[in-house]
């Protein structure tokens, strides 16, 4: 047989009913032989507590007996036929006059003892099993309305009565034998004492209630139909991308319930727990869903952890001083009287130098626990063999649940990675060693973030959402939009990658959406909905919005966000950027970035620096770490005057060809940086410093191509004017290089740690004669790669092949 019990929102209003009855019906046809615990209809209990109360008071209760009957009477208006009609009402009807007699007794003395308030209170389960069974007597003539009180025998705790177990299973054995073929709809919540007399079972009453008819009557199955799909991963509310387990064992499903998964209460699972019963959660409203299964066994096959829950609000009290050490009663006096004194200790941890015990109380009784410890420890205090307690406020609970811990190493190392690199500090830590639980303290204002975090990292198998915050959206910037729009939906496909780009910039305007920006749309956004740009704001923003899987992205060339990003790795946020002012700067600032980066465990990628998205940065450093030696590089690295030295042939003209570099977007926003070789430079720069050079841009040795007229104009504008004067110079070169059958190269090398970038005319001997549009090319001639070097050529410019590099460095991010 089968125990499906029903919580309130189920039975709640008559399309909740008709669900259920559909459920209860399912399993009847299929000889299931199901018994039913029903809750009262959701907010009749409250209604019936206020009652009481008013009444107590003397103040007026009819209005709401009215609400009860009317309450109850349409739902039988609705679903019972009218010719059936009448002997339900009629039975409602006395019941609601017997509670009202017993509430004018509780007028007229004005006096509500518990035992009056679990006899009214327990009109509620006793409406809604009558009536849905009356409901179900119509399909299944079998139906039965049972008051537990009759069978479930209890002491005389008003309020919160503890079961007689020996009696309770002898009538319950008799019901079921008196009643072996019916279906029956049994009160939850309810009991009686020796004398008859109504009692109440305490928090999570009807699922007791079904545990114990479960138990007795050998269930195969405890089913406990609520409105949400079992037991979950984390809080929904929280962690939007929190499931529901299909398995749990009583342990986990314990641990998880104490830290605040309230589907249900697990001191009402004992019943079923000894007799080793499954207890399963569904979903009324979601029938076809399986929900949680909450075994014996736990189910090892699954999640290394099962899942993460919080307690949002705690203190924590730290007990200092000489006088613990090898005080072997120190701890015990210590917990016996806060244990005595009914102060619930969430959570202890000690060190091993005995030096100190730190424990995590309710909020409301650190006043309590302060007072009890200056009274229990005033000698220990006053002698200074016990340093006054220190209070910690403001702080929570995560903890991570799951029997499959104990047998995975590994699992803390993901926990406390996962919470380092999101910037989460650590305050305290305990750990079962029953191994099923690790529980963090941590900063309040971090959970929500530390539970993403954690989530991404223990259900790898989900998605993992990077979190970017954009500066930039001109030529680099849009294109990187435009493709992570169009790569959505098969990143999360194929990669379990979402990207939300969560934060733009211009130097115009910014914006935020913590649900992401759609990509679709975002200038019309940023338009319509941005406020002024403010770079130090956008900032501030970035950090306050404390996101896990941070990403900020610097697709700008300005020189104000490098001076940022110090603070961004402090603040445990990977950087990803084409911008290179940052790393060709002062080299202690080169530095002293990595440093920072790696410190705060965060990931600085910048690929797309040198030669786009040429894979050249990374090749270098892969070489490096392997423990090659580069002896020389060559390279040719500005996409810019590549293309204008492979299209300044025949007819054109250089001022033309410049035009159309920048057209094609091959030029930074200022094309004097690429044609007065400062951008060729700071590239050369930061390969001789990734590949180990102490070394600054005054060092560079760079050799013109533009005649001084040129590198002396004030403006772009006045830039082109005098390029386009200078027409017969760049002639000059072009035929003298022609005669000889060589072409024009601006090329750069290291070696022996001098950087050197001069313009050279090359035969084809030269293995950089052929090289076609914004073609870059870099040769690494090292201790392995020395006869033939190791080459890297192609397109070094533009910003489909740009913001592609950008794209796949954040991607990357984490990834380690
Ligand atoms: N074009 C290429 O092939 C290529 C290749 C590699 C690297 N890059 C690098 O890409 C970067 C961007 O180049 P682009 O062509 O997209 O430039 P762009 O001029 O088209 O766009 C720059 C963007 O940055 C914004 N911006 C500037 N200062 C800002 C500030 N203080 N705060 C917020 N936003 C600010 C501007 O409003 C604009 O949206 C440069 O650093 C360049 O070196 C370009
Ligand atoms: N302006 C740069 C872009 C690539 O960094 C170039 O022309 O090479
Ligand atoms: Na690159």
Redesign the pocket.
């Known amino acids: 047989m089968k125990v499906l019990k029903f919580g309130g929102t189920s039975v709640g209003t008559k399309e909740s009913i008709q669900e259920v009855l559909a459920i209860v019906k399912e399993s009847f046809d299929k000889g299931e032989k199901p018994l039913v615990v029903l809750s009262a209809m959701s907010g009749v209990t409250n209604l019936l507590t206020q009652m009481a109360e008013h009444a107590a008071e003397g103040k007026p209760f009819d209005e709401n007996l009215k609400v009860l009957e009317e309450k109850h009477f349409d739902v039988v208006k609705s679903l019972i036929a009218v010719k059936f009609q009448n002997p339900v009402f009629t039975k409602l009807k006395l019941m609601l006059n017997d509670l009202d007699e017993i509430l004018q007794g509780v007028f007229a003395l004005r006096e509500l003892s518990m035992q009056s308030k679990d006899l009214i209170v327990s009109f509620g389960e006793r409406f809604s099993n009558y009536l849905v069974s009356k409901i179900m007597e119509q399909y299944i003539p079998e139906s039965e309305y049972i008051n537990a009180s009759h069978y479930v025998k209890t002491d005389s705790n008003f309020g919160n009565a503890h079961i007689n177990e020996e009696l309770t299973t002898q009538l319950i054995h008799a019901l079921s034998y008196t009643h072996a073929d019916k279906l029956l709809f049994v009160t939850g919540f309810i009991g009686s004492n020796d004398k008859g007399r109504v009692t109440t079972l305490g928090r999570g009453g009807s699922d007791y209630t079904a545990a114990i008819f479960g138990a007795v009557l050998g269930a195969s199955v405890i089913e406990i139909w609520t409105d949400v799909n079992g037991m979950m991963t984390a809080d929904p509310r929280i962690v939007k991308k929190a499931f529901s387990l299909p398995i749990l064992s009583y342990t986990e499903a314990m641990e998880l319930s104490y830290f605040g998964a309230k589907v249900i209460y697990p001191p009402t699972m004992i019943p079923a727990f000894m007799k080793k019963i499954p207890i399963a959660i569904r979903n009324t409203f979601e029938p076809h869903l399986a929900g949680t299964v909450i075994q014996f066994e736990s189910d090892k096959s699954s999640y290394p952890i099962k899942g993460i829950s919080s307690i949002s609000d705690i203190s924590i009290i730290n007990l200092t001083g000489s006088g613990m050490i090898g005080k072997s009663g120190f701890s015990g006096r210590l917990f016996t009287m806060l244990a005595r004194e009914q102060i619930n200790v969430i959570l202890i941890t000690q060190s091993s130098s005995e030096h100190s015990i730190t424990f995590a109380v309710n909020p409301q009784e650190v006043v309590k626990a302060l007072q009890l410890i200056a009274v229990e420890f005033e000698l220990e205090l006053e002698a200074n063999k016990l340093i006054m307690p220190e209070l910690e406020e403001n702080l929570s609970v995560l903890a991570i649940v799951g029997e499959n811990m104990k047998r995975t190493p590994g699992i803390s190392g993901r926990l406390f990675h996962a919470l380092g690199r999101n910037g989460i500090n650590v305050r305290a830590i305990a750990q079962g060693s029953s191994e099923f639980n690790i529980s963090v303290i941590i900063s309040k204002d971090d959970l929500g973030k530390a539970l993403n975090a954690v989530h991404d990292a223990f259900f790898a198998e989900l998605k993992k959402t990077l979190h970017v915050f954009n500066?930039?959206?001109?030529?680099?910037?849009?294109?990187l939009f435009k493709q992570l729009y169009e790569q959505h939906d098969f990143l999360l496909d194929n990669n379990d990658i979402e990207v939300k780009v969560v934060g733009i910039?211009?130097?115009?305007k910014?914006h935020f959406n913590e649900a992401g920006i759609n990509l679709e749309d975002w200038q019309e956004d940023l338009e319509s909905n941005g406020e002024i740009?403010d770079?130090s704001g956008?900032m501030e923003r970035m950090r306050a919005m404390n996101l896990p899987n941070c990403v900020f992205i610097?697709?700008?060339?300005?020189k104000?966000?490098a001076t940022y990003y110090e603070d961004i790795f402090k603040s445990n946020i990977s950087i990803v950027?084409?911008?290179?002012?940052a790393n060709s700067g002062d080299y202690a600032q080169y530095r002293s970035l990595r440093d920072t980066a790696r410190l705060h465990g965060v990931d600085f990628f910048y690929e797309?620096?040198v030669?786009?998205g040429l894979p050249i940065v990374r090749v270098l450093k892969d070489l490096m770490m392997s423990g090659d030696r580069i002896l020389k590089i060559e390279a040719i690295l500005s996409?810019?005057i590549s293309y204008i030295f492979n299209n300044f042939v025949g007819d054109a003209s250089f001022y033309e060809v410049v035009k159309k570099a920048q057209e094609l977007?091959?030029?930074?926003?200022d094309p004097r940086?690429d044609l007065g070789g400062v951008?060729f430079m700071r590239k050369m720069l930061i390969l001789a410093r990734d590949g180990g050079h102490v070394i600054e841009a005054s060092d560079v040795d760079l050799g013109a191509i533009l005649p001084d007229s040129c590198l002396q104009a004030a403006s772009v504008d006045e830039f082109y004017a005098e390029l386009l004067k200078a027409d017969q110079y760049f002639n000059t070169l072009k035929d003298k290089a022609a005669s000889e059958n060589k072409v024009i190269r601006y090329i750069g090398t290291l070696k022996d740690g001098k950087v050197k970038i001069s313009l050279q005319m090359v035969d084809s001997s030269h293995p950089f004669f052929a090289l076609s549009g914004?073609d870059n090319i870099i040769s690494f001639t090292t201790e392995r790669y020395k006869e033939r070097p190791l080459v890297v050529k192609g397109p070094?410019?533009?910003?489909e092949?740009?913001a592609g590099?950008v794209f796949a460095d954040l991607i990357n991010v984490g990834a380690r």
């Open positions: 500066l930039g959206t001109g030529n680099i910037g849009a294109t910039s211009n130097s115009r910014m740009a770079l956008f610097d697709n700008t060339a300005s104000l966000p950027t084409c911008n290179k002012i797309t620096n030669g786009a996409g810019t977007g091959y030029t930074e926003p940086d951008d914004s070094g410019a533009g910003a092949v740009t590099g």
